[in-house]
């Protein structure tokens, strides 16, 4: 299982940003697949979860509204659309899938400047 995020970065306050993530080295479309996120000095935290078929979302109160999770099973790919960012967004950014075991991606930073 290898799960590579990608389109962080550094945007001011109010901007938008897609993170992508990648998977490999299993059956994708049977998976539910989920991001989370960790701040410095904060625990990790579930951010946004969308069911096998792309059918159900499900997101984090803190986020509601402003984030949009998708995917696109033919590409094997999971999407995090971020609006109205706010300088609370900055954290480390994860791609999760869990297929008997957990597996993470590496994590991908993103900065929200005030």
């Known amino acids: 299982v290898q799960l590579v995020e990608s389109g962080g970065g550094l945007v001011q306050s109010g901007g938008s940003l897609r993170l992508s993530c990648a998977a490999s080295?299993?059956?994708?479309?049977?998976?539910?697949m989920s991001w989370h996120r960790q701040a410095p000095g904060k625990e990790r935290e579930l951010v946004a979860t969308?069911?096998?078929?792309?059918?159900?979302?499900n997101y984090a109160d803190s986020v509601k509204g402003r984030f949009t999770i998708s995917r696109d099973n033919a590409k094997n790919m999971v999407y995090l659309q971020m609006s109205s960012l706010k300088p609370e967004d900055t954290a480390i950014y994860y791609c999760?899938?869990?297929?008997?075991?957990?597996?993470w991606g590496q994590g991908i930073q993103v900065t929200v400047s005030s």
């Open positions: 999760y899938v869990k297929k008997g075991d957990p597996y």
């Open positions: 080295g299993f059956p994708f479309s049977f998976y539910a």
């Open positions: 969308i069911t096998s078929t792309g059918g159900s979302t």
